[in-house]
């Protein structure tokens, strides 16, 4: 089974800075990384599959990048409505269970 | 409307039985994997299991194997997760969510139901 582990776990930061967190996988899985965005009270929302590309309705500030065991998401010029927990999320080849990384909390600085 | 709603939430005593229910409407229920998905009060996500758009594949987590099951009537667009030998740590939001067609990725989540053990 995969583990994900994300840095930092807590990342502050003001409007209008970017933002980037890290993503590392215990094993390779290619390019089957996922980024969600969760707000308080909300199910995660999907930001970023296949480690790069920006699901519907969302702004090209966010984009993922990597692939085997190291990924990232990077926010560019942060808006108010950013700060939330992101989760990193991956499927392991056999049996084809999902894992979720720890998540990262982007609170305003 | 493109949504899923969960249902059955309760507050039940460890040892006992409880049943979820996810409602879809709005897409083509019956081609897709569909998945639970469990967040503890103040945690983190956690993968419970999986049901393929046929059920000729069902997964489960380590922590829920043999005590959860998974089933989705296709005829009525709605997915079920019967939970059994509750314990305390299995309290949380219980989230259905439908896996993108193409690939791995959760595209769908709903709005989640709350399991207190």
């Known amino acids: 089974e995969i583990v994900l582990t994300q840095s930092p776990d807590t990342l502050s930061l003001s409007p209008g800075d970017r933002a980037n967190i890290s993503c590392r996988a215990s094993?390779?899985?290619?390019?089957?990384l996922t980024w969600y965005q969760q707000k308080p009270g909300q199910a995660p929302r999907l930001l970023i599959y296949?480690?790069?590309n920006r699901a519907s309705g969302i702004p090209a500030r966010f984009s993922g990048s990597g692939s085997g065991t190291d990924f990232s998401l990077s926010i560019g010029s942060l808006e108010p409505e950013d700060f939330a927990v992101y989760y990193c999320?991956?499927?392991?080849?056999?049996?084809?269970?999902?894992?979720f990384g720890q998540g990262t909390r982007l609170e305003i600085k | 409307q493109v949504q899923l709603v969960e249902s059955g939430g309760d507050v039940v005593q460890p040892g006992r039985s409880l049943r979820l229910s996810c409602a879809a409407s709005?897409?083509?229920?019956?081609?897709?994997?569909m998945h639970w998905v469990r967040q503890a009060p103040g945690k983190g996500l956690e993968w419970v299991a999986l049901?393929?758009?046929?059920?000729?594949?069902?997964y489960f987590a380590d922590s829920v194997e043999g005590r959860f099951t998974v089933s989705r009537d296709n005829s009525k667009n709605s997915l079920f997760l019967q939970m059994n030998s509750l314990r305390t740590e299995d309290t949380g939001v219980y989230y259905c969510?439908?896996?993108?067609?193409?690939?791995?990725?959760?595209?769908?989540w709903g709005q989640g139901t709350m399991v207190t053990v």
């Open positions: 969510a439908r896996q993108y067609v193409a690939g791995y990725s959760l595209d769908l």
């Open positions: 709005g897409f083509n229920f019956n081609k897709y994997f």
């Open positions: 049901i393929s758009h046929d059920t000729s594949h069902i």
């Open positions: 094993q390779s899985a290619g390019s089957y």
């Open positions: 296949d480690a790069s």
């Open positions: 999320q991956q499927r392991s080849s056999w049996p084809p269970v999902l894992t």
